[in-house]
């Protein structure tokens, strides 16, 4: 969903037929600022400018989307008409609290990783039409985006792979008829499944579920024989063990918790004078 149309959904949703406050209240000229409660990284700029622009606030920034914050820190002042700023302030702080909240748990992950030059990637468990926004998210975090949708790469999971009888022949197939630059990734569940899709021609193999022994196997053995294939390493990744399946030597590894286990912070937006 384009932003704009996404915040003006957003913001209808809670507004629906107009705030029964600015009915019976006087505009004034208002300024008000957001402040951290608990510790984070921040998220949302980008469609925190966009909600100001539509509604002509003044915004002055004290973040950038990745930083860091601390417990009583002011991140933003918003300034404009009162009216306005007060019907807007839960979306406003939703925003920054959904995104800000991803980031900070993706700012985790990435840490226990960096050491050993491993991509932290999201996936597809993303909330119904909130995709885009959440792995923006992430990006504020530091990982790094897999694919979007099922249209900017092929992967053929267990699921899809049930349901083809010729590997190798399907991949023939499958290099006709999807776009150039589009990449296939094959989904592994054994040594065997791996062989297979390097010999098929995959540009991607996920080593879903295996053990760290298991994973290092498979890296022996792609580098040896098919070095141009990346190694993806998936499921069971916590922040308790991703920095041993990033001592594997894949090269990238993906997780969902990284938007769906993110708790939220604790922001507050608080009128001045």
Known sequence: ML??????????????RGDLFSRISTAKEVRAYIIAKSDGLFAGREYIETIAKMYDLKLEWKVEDGSEFEVGQKLLFVSGNSKHI?????????????????????GKFVEKVKPYGVR??????TRPL??????????????????????????????????IDNLAEFMVEVRQKIPFTSKVEIECEDFS??????????????????TNDAIRKVVAFRDEHYAHILLEASGNVTLETIEEIAKTGVDAISSGSLIHQ????????????
């Open 193 to 210: 499944g791996v062989k297979e899709a390097m010999k098929a021609g995959a540009d991607i193999v996920m080593c879903d579920n295996m």
């Open 130 to 163: 909130l995709r885009e926004f959440e792995k923006y998210a992430v990006r504020c975090g530091g990982g790094i985006n897999h694919r979007m949708g099922l249209d900017d790469c092929l992967m053929l999971k267990d699921t899809h792979l049930k349901t």
């Open 262 to 273: 993110a708790n939220w912070i604790d922001l507050s937006m608080k009128m001045e004078g």
């Open 3 to 16: 932003k704009h149309k996404f915040i003006e959904a957003m913001i209808s949703e809670d507004v629906g």
């Open 120 to 125: 932290l990637l999201d996936t597809r468990k």
């Open 86 to 106: 007060l019907s807007l302030e839960r979306s406003i702080l939703d925003i920054a609290l959904h995104a800000s909240s991803i980031a900070t748990l993706t």
